[in-house]
């Protein structure tokens, strides 16, 4: 029995001035998929965003209309990013479960509309690509609105205390 099975965590990120005042409680949501016990570089993360994307060579702008595009971070170490508020677990992956076929399940999650009433956000595609998880059984069965409410009052909660990134197990299972 592997005991550093990967799990799923649904991570929170402060957006600098965008985090704070009269937007206090806005943060960037992805997944992170790490092993129980990380080390450097051993974590994919998945997102979404409608920011810049930069072209490596030329470093022009290529999304100047902020379009919403996915992303995968392969190999990152979260610790290295600054933002990061912390995770809450809502899932395990079976050994058996490639990086490609959880990448499989979220990229067709749709991405948010522009303009759309209500605003769509990463919260938006969080919230599909959680039940998109959840139908393809790698994330426990929960009431997902009950859920982000919760999540948002960690990633408060972590705000205000400030110091390094916590996690944290939403499920029934030992994390």
């Not at 395990?92 to 605003?119: G, N």
Request: overall charge positive.
């Amino acid at each position: 029995m592997n005991i550093n099975k990967r799990r799923i965590f649904i991570s929170m990120y402060f957006r600098d001035e965008l985090s704070i005042g009269q937007y206090r409680n806005s943060y960037h949501w992805g997944i992170l998929i790490r092993p129980k016990y990380p080390s450097s570089h051993d974590t994919h993360a998945f997102d979404i965003t409608n920011g810049v994307r930069l072209d490596g060579k030329t470093m022009t702008d290529l999304n100047p209309n902020r379009d919403w595009y996915f992303r995968l971070n392969e190999h990152v170490n979260p610790a290295n990013n600054t933002h990061i508020l912390g995770g809450i677990m809502v899932g395990k992956v079976p050994h058996e479960v490639t990086i490609s076929q959880i990448e499989d399940i979220l990229r067709p999650v749709p991405l948010p509309v522009k303009d759309a009433v209500p605003k769509e956000t990463c919260v938006t595609w969080v919230k599909a690509a959680i039940r998109a998880l959840q139908e393809a059984e790698l994330v426990e069965k929960f009431d997902v609105d009950g859920f982000m409410a919760h999540a948002q009052d960690f990633a408060n909660k972590r705000m205000a205390k400030g110091g390094p990134p916590e996690y944290i197990n939403y499920t029934a299972r030992v994390m």
